[in-house]
């Protein structure tokens, strides 16, 4: 499979030549890159997260992290340790992810498939042929690293499954086991796990029984260490309040148009993704029909068997879908359902469709065969179309001031300030990782993650304007980021009477007026 290795490779290099900002203006990643440069300085785990909307009562500060598990800094940090600072560092460790994940996930869908290149191939070109994939892995997310251990996990489970040899169920256990120390939705992963155990068939429930237990301990134990070093250093679990807030309509229109984008991404032409969306209508209609027809020719309900991998990452999906909406729902309101969350849905997709791809395209005439050949060349052209077409725009404007309000002029002015002027502003993390400045931050109407209306709010805003009013002391905003617990400018202004100092369409600095 030379092809593969030259597919995974080509994917590196377009992604290094592409971007090299790994930041991306959010949030998560800052806090990524910052807790593997903390650890690398001896100071652990730890950077500006549980505080991360911050107060005008208090600058941010770093505290142990808890609002994240802990492997993807750590891997950081192991990469930063060869020479690299750390942004470099996670960088390169996600772009060499993606190339594992490539070879993976043809390998996966190769012995699924039966042995198939065609499908192998297929598989790993849609991987790479798709402006989400590059994206995940241009940044310094947790999710390709998840990615990469969940369909390992998975594809080493499904081994046992055939061969019933306890080493693979011990390995598959501790592949699932770091996959949820990459993130917390990887109780999915051991969930997935215990239930197939549990109710395969063929093996006395007395096994099965045990079987379960010994992967669902092994998978769980690192989880729950982690769990009670964050209750005694911080004092919380997972810094996720237990509330009631059901998902709103908006992020189900988000996840919907999300998995929309995988198939028709909005970077190729109009033309591309309808034309691409016909054939491949065409094909599954043509495919559905013909199989129909050869099961009632052949006086059979089923004309072959679906992979047991396909049936695993289907289920695992499933359970993944519930796991995120019962997190939304109870314990952290600010999860999106978009192209990154939903990102794990995709790669099981296509470990599902490849793996089902083989047996379809044998039970298929010649017709049909050349149909689902022409349909994977479809989908890979108006991916491959998009994904050029992100990594050239990215390439335009990586690493300049234009780029995004993280390395806009108003950031640079807040840099060349003095130290002993006092900021506030809505944007802490980026300016205390771009700058090194300790900052304060606004005034919160609501808990970020309960959703909870916050009885400081008022207290926080008259600290706010009290001070504002100190000489050396001034507001920042930076217009394109304004999550919405904050006030906006114009509920600020009308509380603060401010005055202008800078400008520019990414930002604003103002001072209180003085009487």
Not at 446 to 453: G, H, K
Not at 494 to 505: G, K, N, Y
């Amino acid at each position: 499979m030379l092809v593969v290795f030259a597919l995974a490779a080509g994917g590196v290099a377009w992604a290094r030549a592409a971007r090299h900002d790994v930041i991306a203006c959010n949030p998560d990643a800052i806090v990524h890159v910052e807790s593997a440069g903390n650890f690398l300085q001896g100071h652990g785990l730890t950077a500006v997260e549980r505080n991360y909307t911050g107060s005008p009562l208090h600058r941010f500060r770093d505290e142990p992290l808890t609002h994240y598990p802990p492997l993807f800094p750590l891997l950081i940090a192991g990469v930063s340790a060869c020479g690299l600072a750390p942004e470099a560092a996670a960088g390169w460790l996600n772009t060499l992810v993606m190339a594992a994940c490539t070879l993976v996930l043809a390998h996966v869908v190769y012995r699924a498939s039966g042995g198939s290149r065609g499908c192998a191939l297929s598989a790993g070109a849609l991987f790479l042929a798709s402006p989400t994939t590059f994206r995940m892995h241009t940044e310094a997310m947790s999710e390709p690293v998840f990615v990469l251990l969940a369909v390992s996990g998975l594809a080493v489970l499904s081994s046992y499954l055939e061969s019933r040899r306890a080493v693979w169920l011990v390995s598959a256990a501790i592949l699932v086991a770091l996959a949820w120390l990459t993130r917390y939705v990887g109780v999915a992963l051991v969930g997935t796990g215990a239930l197939v155990l549990v109710f395969r068939s063929g093996v006395s429930f007395r096994r099965r029984l045990a079987d379960a237990s010994v992967f669902s301990a092994v998978a769980s134990l690192p989880m729950i260490g982690w769990v009670i070093h964050n209750r005694l250093v911080a004092g919380t679990a997972t810094h996720r309040p237990i509330a009631f807030h059901p998902p709103l309509l908006q992020k189900w229109k988000d996840g919907t148009e999300a998995v929309r984008h995988w198939f028709t991404p909005l970077e190729a032409p109009r033309a591309v993704r309808v034309a691409a969306v016909c054939v491949v209508a065409i094909t599954i209609l043509a495919v559905v029909v013909a199989i129909r027809r050869r099961q009632r020719h052949a006086g059979q309900g089923v004309l072959f068997p679906i992979p047991r991998i396909a049936r695993l990452t289907g289920l695992f999906a499933g359970v993944y879908l519930l796991v995120m909406v019962a997190s939304a729902t109870l314990v952290d309101g600010l999860i999106p359902f978009n192209s990154r969350t939903l990102y794990p849905l995709y790669v099981c997709l296509l470990v599902a469709g490849g793996s089902l791809a083989g047996p379809i395209y044998r039970a298929c005439g010649p017709g049909e065969r050349a149909m689902m050949a022409c349909s994977a060349a479809a989908l890979v052209l108006t991916g491959a179309w998009a994904a050029g077409a992100w990594g050239l725009d990215s390439r335009q404007h990586s690493g300049t001031a234009a780029a995004s309000w993280m390395y806009s002029d108003t950031m640079h002015t807040v840099a060349a300030l003095g130290p002993d002027v006092a900021v506030y502003t809505n944007a802490g993390m980026a300016v205390q990782y771009q700058t090194g400045r300790r900052v304060f931050g606004l005034p919160t109407k609501f808990d970020a993650m309960s959703e909870r209306p916050r009885a400081e709010y008022r207290a926080e805003m008259a600290a706010l304007g009290e001070g504002l009013r100190k000489p050396g002391s001034l507001l920042v905003l930076f217009r394109p980021f304004w999550p919405a617990y904050y006030p906006s400018e114009e509920e600020i202004r009308r509380e603060i009477p401010l005055a202008t100092v800078h400008e520019e369409p990414r930002g604003v600095i103002l001072e209180a007026r003085r009487p």
